[in-house]
C-alpha cells in the first residue's frame, strides 16, 4: 500500500502524470453527474473527452465564486449508480465569498471525508504535529460550520493527538455552550496545551488575557494560524507574548486555506519562507490565471489563483476562481525539498484595494506595520467622510488605536507610520480595545473598515 505521503518524493513529472489521470477521471465522472458543467461544455461545445491533461485544462472557462453561490446544488455530483461511499453526504460546511456573506454549502461525501483525513495527516507532517502534542482549538463556534473549527478535530484524529476546544464564541441564550475569551485562556494553561490553533488576531488577544491575568503557557511550542493574513509583525509580536509566557522557542506556522479545499496550504519552516506547499496535489490542481483571457500565467507572475479537484464526489469544481491573488513556483521547495506546488507570496483579495481620495490604495502596509507594534493592543483602519452625513463630503482617514504607551509618543508613531505605507495623515482617536475588538462577540477583528459604504446605502 502506497504511503500516505509518498506524494511528496515523486518528481514534478510524476506528480503532472497522476495529475493528468486526476482530470481524465473527473471529466468522466462530470460527463455523467455534474449538472453545471455538462451546459457550460454543451453552450462552448467542449467535449468532456477532449480534456485529457492539466494543459486541456485551459479549455474550460474560469468558474467565478458568483457562478458556484447561484446555483450551488448544481455543483454536486450526481452519481446514481456510483457505491454508496462516494455518494453519501457525509457531512457539508459552507463558503461565503459575496458582499452580503451569505452561506454556501460545499458538500462532502464519505469519499471527500476520507481524502481530507489523510490529507490532514500529510499537512501534520509538514507542520510537524505529533501524537505527543495537546492541540487547543480557539476558533469560535459559530452558527454557520466552517472549515477552521472543525479542521483541530481532523488533524487531533489522524496523528492521535489530544484536543480541547475552548468553545469561544458569540453566547447563546437557549444553549448556553461557549465560553469567554478569559476562560479559553485559561484552558490552554489547564489543559497543558503544546499548539495553539486559532485566528491570529483572536489569539494575539487571548494572549494579551494571558498576561494580564500571569499564566504559564510554558508547555505552548506552536501557534498554528489561518483565517487572516499573519504578517511578519504579528508572527514576531506573537512570538514575544509567548516566550512572556514561558515558552521556550516558539513558533508561528501560517496557513493558507478555505473550504473549496477541505484544507490548507501550509509552511514548512519556521520563518515561513518557503511559502504555502500544496499538501494534495493528487487531489487539487492549482494554476494562476488570468480571468478575462482564461489563460495560464507563468510562475512568478502574480494572478488570480484557480483551483480544479481532481478527486472529488460530492461538491466538484473546475478553474474555481477563489478570489486571492498570489504567486505560485513549481521550483523544489530550497527548505525541504518537496516537489510539490507553493504559493510563495501572500494571498491578496483585489476588493481589499480602496479607492481614497481619488487614488487606489492598498491598506495592507499599514496594517502589517501597525500589527508590529508590540504597545498596540488593538486598532482600526477606518475610510469614512468628514461629514458622515454629507455623501459628496472629503474622504477621511481615521486610526482607532488601543495601547498602553504614552498617547503623544502613539500619535506621532501611528502617523509616521501611516505617512510611510500609504502617504495619508491620519486622525488618530485612542479608544478601549473592546471597542475596536470584542473576542467574546466577533469571529475576527476587522482591520479595516470602510464606512463610506454604509453612508452611501
Known amino acids: 500500500m502506497e ?31 455534474h449538472a453545471y458543467y455538462r451546459e457550460v461544455f454543451s ?6 473527452s477532449d480534456i485529457r491533461n492539466i494543459e486541456d485544462l485551459e479549455r474550460i472557462p474560469p468558474t467565478s465564486k458568483e457562478d458556484y453561490m447561484t446555483r450551488p446544488e448544481e455543483f454536486v455530483l450526481r452519481l446514481p449508480e456510483a457505491p454508496l461511499f462516494e455518494k453519501i453526504i457525509y457531512n457539508m460546511l459552507y463558503t461565503t465569498g459575496t458582499t452580503t456573506g451569505k452561506p454556501t454549502p460545499f458538500y462532502n461525501t464519505a469519499h471527500d471525508y476520507y481524502a481530507t483525513l489523510m490529507i490532514s495527516k500529510r499537512v501534520a507532517q509538514i507542520v510537524g504535529l505529533t501524537p ?10 459559530t452558527t454557520v460550520p466552517h472549515l477552521t473549527f472543525f479542521a483541530a478535530f481532523w488533524y487531533a484524529t489522524v496523528i492521535g493527538a489530544r484536543l480541547v476546544s475552548t468553545l469561544t464564541g458569540t453566547p447563546n441564550p437557549e444553549f448556553p455552550v ?9 484552558m490552554v494553561e489547564t489543559s497543558k496545551a503544546t499548539v495553539l490553533w486559532g485566528i491570529p488576531s483572536f489569539l494575539r488577544r487571548l494572549l494579551t488575557i494571558a498576561e494580564e491575568i500571569g499564566l504559564d503557557y510554558h508547555r505552548v511550542r506552536m501557534a498554528a494560524v489561518a483565517g487572516e493574513p499573519c504578517s511578519q509583525g504579528l508572527r514576531e509580536d506573537l512570538i514575544r507574548r509567548l516566550e512572556r509566557l514561558g515558552a521556550k522557542t516558539p513558533h508561528v506556522n501560517n496557513r493558507f486555506g478555505f473550504t473549496e479545499i477541505s484544507t490548507v496550504l501550509v509552511e ?3 520563518e515561513g519562507k518557503g511559502g504555502f506547499h500544496n499538501p494534495a496535489p493528487d487531489h487539487f490542481f492549482l494554476e494562476v490565471i488570468d480571468p478575462e483571457t482564461g489563460k495560464r500565467l507563468e510562475d512568478g507572475k502574480p494572478g488570480y489563483l484557480a483551483v480544479t479537484h481532481l478527486n472529488r464526489r460530492g461538491t466538484v469544481l473546475l478553474r474555481y476562481l477563489t478570489g486571492d491573488i498570489v504567486v505560485l513556483s513549481h521550483d523544489p521547495c530550497p527548505y525541504c525539498g518537496r ?10 483579495r483585489k476588493s481589499s484595494l480602496i479607492k481614497f481620495k481619488g487614488t487606489l490604495i492598498n491598506p495592507e502596509p499599514l496594517v502589517k506595520a501597525l500589527s508590529g507594534i508590540p504597545e498596540i493592543d488593538e486598532f482600526q483602519i477606518v475610510f469614512t467622510r468628514q461629514n458622515p452625513e454629507d455623501p459628496l463630503s472629503p474622504d477621511h482617514l ?45 469571529f475576527k477583528s476587522k482591520r479595516v473598515v470602510d464606512l463610506r459604504k454604509i453612508e452611501n446605502k
Not at 43 to 48: A, L, S
Request: aromatic share 6%.
Open 268 to 270: 514548512c519552516d519556521r
Open 43 to 48: 453552450d462552448r461545445g467542449i467535449q468532456f
Open 3 to 33: 504511503d500516505i505521503s509518498e506524494i511528496f518524493s515523486k518528481s514534478q513529472d510524476e506528480i503532472r502524470a497522476i495529475q493528468d489521470d486526476g482530470v481524465r477521471r473527473m471529466m468522466a465522472l462530470c460527463e455523467v453527474g
Open 178 to 186: 461557549t465560553n469567554s475569551s478569559r476562560h479559553a485562556a485559561k
Open 339 to 348: 516537489q510539490t506546488t507553493r504559493v510563495v507570496s501572500q494571498p491578496f
Open 132 to 141: 505527543e502534542d495537546t492541540i487547543a482549538n480557539t476558533y469560535p463556534l
Open 398 to 442: 481615521q486610526i482607532k488605536v488601543a495601547t498602553s504607551m504614552d498617547e503623544a509618543v502613539a500619535r506621532e508613531k501611528v502617523i509616521d507610520i501611516c505617512l510611510q505605507t500609504v502617504e495619508m495623515r491620519p486622525e488618530i482617536l485612542f479608544v478601549p480595545k473592546d471597542d475596536i475588538y470584542d473576542p467574546d462577540k466577533g
